[in-house]
């Protein structure tokens, strides 16, 4: 079955440091999205790629879908102390009724002020 | 505010004991997603439904059982046979559309435990 894969699995940063998360699909992904989850909270939405090679920005959020759209990862410029949490990808294998994501292993991002 | 609800925030199983989570939603969200999460892991899907009445499988469904008979509704119940089910359950809904997936809203979640 469809594997979704992330490393590292663990990253301790100092704050102003980048950081980056990679995802990997045993499957060609119909769509990606990404998610974050503060400790003792619940995920939240923060992207959805779809098309192979995008790329897209949110402030200090670079995320990019592989060009054979079976990988992704997301980029954090100059992180900060409110950048903690866990970081998982969302991949789903088919286009039309497309209601069914495997969720990523996860990486859970500590930034050291 | 439109969200999702999730309820009780903890619980405790005994032994041989059925317990069911509940989770609720006024989003008007026609899909709704059933994930449990164990410590430092992802979410693994139980269950999910595209719409009233029909609800499928996710990768680790043996031992918990769903409903959908209302749109707003969708609980989870952990039986007997579920041998180990210590765990962070969260529900999800979504709006549905043909072309590419929508994002998935979270509940808060509800953290079951064994006594």
């Known amino acids: 079955g469809q594997q979704v894969m992330q490393i590292p699995q663990y990253q301790h940063v100092q704050e102003g440091e980048d950081f980056t998360t990679y995802c990997n699909s045993s499957t060609t992904l119909s769509n990606i999205q990404w998610y974050k989850q503060r400790p003792g909270g619940h995920p939240v939405f923060l992207i959805q790629l779809v098309k192979s090679g995008e790329v897209k920005k949110q402030k200090r959020l670079t995320f990019q879908f592989g060009e054979a759209k079976k990988n992704s990862s997301l980029h954090i410029t100059a992180t900060q102390t409110t950048d903690v949490g866990t970081y998982f990808c969302a991949g789903s294998g088919t286009t039309s009724g497309t209601y069914k994501y495997i969720f990523g292993t996860g990486t859970r991002l500590k930034v050291l002020a | 505010d439109g969200g999702i609800t999730q309820s009780p925030k903890y619980l405790f199983r005994k032994e041989g004991q059925n317990v069911t989570l509940s989770c609720e939603q006024n989003?008007?969200?026609?899909?709704m997603y059933w994930y449990r999460q164990d410590p430092g892991q992802g979410l693994r899907l139980i269950y999910y439904?595209?719409?009233?009445?029909?609800?499928q499988k996710g990768d680790i469904a043996e031992g918990y059982s769903v409903s959908r008979e209302k749109k707003e509704s969708f609980p989870l119940t952990v039986t007997s046979a579920q041998k180990n089910p210590t765990a962070f359950y969260l529900c999800?809904?979504?709006?549905?559309?043909?072309?590419?997936?929508?994002?998935?809203?979270f509940g808060d979640g509800t953290r079951l435990s064994i006594l």
């Open positions: 989003l008007n969200h026609d899909a």
């Open positions: 999800a809904s979504s709006i549905t559309r043909r072309a590419h997936g929508q994002p998935q809203h």
């Open positions: 439904s595209q719409i009233v009445n029909d609800f």
